[in-house]
């Protein structure tokens, strides 16, 4: 029995899903984890019909505190040997940070940054015994960008943490066999911003700057499985983050005010 997983968090929609639905494609067995279990349940069977790979998923919420343990523990429970982790969770909070409560943003930390940490944490002590792991982190291009004015002002902050921290997995653990990739999507189209009340925002972004979800995935997997260190889809998105590395901030918020559906105004 191949007793080998793919480990993708949030895989029940949008970007993660897709993601799975791709490695499923190449043969990986999948395990899922989400908050949703009934859906959980549904795309775990759906995906093990159409790939003829194994496929199991465990419910848990990366805001609690307890779930990257939980994850873990259903892993070891089951003999299940993560291969390639997809740290792929997250959302956006559609609020002024003054308008937040420090739980609120404590658990989106919790969800986009923390739980990153800790499952890399958990899992890459059996990826250094198997002397081969794949590690992504998906990021965003607000990693590079200034950090919104509009909502989610700790969004952009996390995700450039997320980047610093893939790095720092590539410097220690690359020479061993471990690779992280940072996949940093643009404008993407996918529940996530209907799910964070930002569809209207959504809505404003012109045409030609958004993806669809599936493309960037098939990139991001490809990316992944070359080691590549950082991935940023299509040629529009790699000049919009390389302006944003070397021009002044002023410009690049009067640059992004036109092309970010009001997210500088």
């Given at each position: 029995?191949?007793?080998?997983?793919?480990?993708?968090?949030?895989?029940?929609?949008?970007?993660?899903?897709?993601?799975?639905?791709?490695?499923?494609?190449?043969?990986?067995?999948?395990?899922?984890?989400?908050?949703?279990?009934?859906?959980?349940?549904?795309?775990?069977?759906?995906?093990?019909?159409?790939?003829?790979?194994?496929?199991?998923?465990?419910?848990?919420?990366?805001?609690?505190?307890?779930?990257?343990?939980?994850?873990?523990?259903?892993?070891?429970?089951?003999?299940?040997?993560?291969?390639?982790?997809?740290?792929?969770?997250?959302?956006?909070?559609?609020?002024?940070?003054?308008?937040?409560?420090?739980?609120?943003?404590?658990?989106?930390?919790?969800?986009?940054?923390?739980?990153?940490?800790?499952?890399?944490?958990?899992?890459?002590?059996?990826?250094?015994?198997?002397k081969h792991g794949k590690i992504m982190m998906v990021s965003s291009l607000a990693s590079f960008a200034p950090p919104s004015s509009g909502w989610g002002a700790l969004y952009g902050p996390v995700k450039t943490f997320v980047n610093r921290f893939g790095d720092a997995i590539n410097i220690n653990y690359r020479s061993q066999g471990i690779t992280a990739t940072n996949v940093c999507p643009g404008f993407t189209v996918t529940e996530f911003h209907t799910a964070s009340g930002m569809q209207d925002a959504m809505d404003k972004v012109p045409a030609f700057m958004k993806k669809d979800s599936k493309t960037v995935a098939i990139g991001a997997v490809q990316a992944m499985m070359k080691g590549r260190s950082v991935w940023v889809p299509g040629i529009l998105n790699k000049l919009l983050a390389f302006l944003c590395n070397i021009l002044p901030t002023s410009i690049v918020i009067r640059m992004s005010s036109s092309l970010a559906g009001g997210r500088y105004e």
């Amino acid at each position: 029995m191949n007793n080998k997983y793919s480990l993708i968090t949030g895989g029940t929609a949008g970007i993660g899903l897709d993601i799975a639905k791709e490695l499923a494609k190449r043969g990986h067995n999948i395990l899922l984890t989400a908050r949703r279990e009934e859906r959980l349940k549904e795309i775990s069977a759906s995906i093990k019909e159409e790939f003829n790979v194994d496929c199991n998923y465990i419910a848990a919420d990366l805001a609690d505190a307890s779930a990257p343990e939980m994850i873990y523990n259903f892993c070891s429970e089951n003999n299940y040997i993560v291969e390639i982790l997809v740290n792929n969770a997250g959302y956006s909070i559609n609020k002024k940070f003054h308008e937040t409560s420090e739980d609120e943003e404590e658990k989106f930390l919790r969800v986009l940054g923390i739980a990153v940490v800790a499952l890399t944490k958990k899992f890459i002590p059996s990826m250094l015994e198997q002397k081969h792991g794949k590690i992504m982190m998906v990021s965003s291009l607000a990693s590079f960008a200034p950090p919104s004015s509009g909502w989610g002002a700790l969004y952009g902050p996390v995700k450039t943490f997320v980047n610093r921290f893939g790095d720092a997995i590539n410097i220690n653990y690359r020479s061993q066999g471990i690779t992280a990739t940072n996949v940093c999507p643009g404008f993407t189209v996918t529940e996530f911003h209907t799910a964070s009340g930002m569809q209207d925002a959504m809505d404003k972004v012109p045409a030609f700057m958004k993806k669809d979800s599936k493309t960037v995935a098939i990139g991001a997997v490809q990316a992944m499985m070359k080691g590549r260190s950082v991935w940023v889809p299509g040629i529009l998105n790699k000049l919009l983050a390389f302006l944003c590395n070397i021009l002044p901030t002023s410009i690049v918020i009067r640059m992004s005010s036109s092309l970010a559906g009001g997210r500088y105004e």
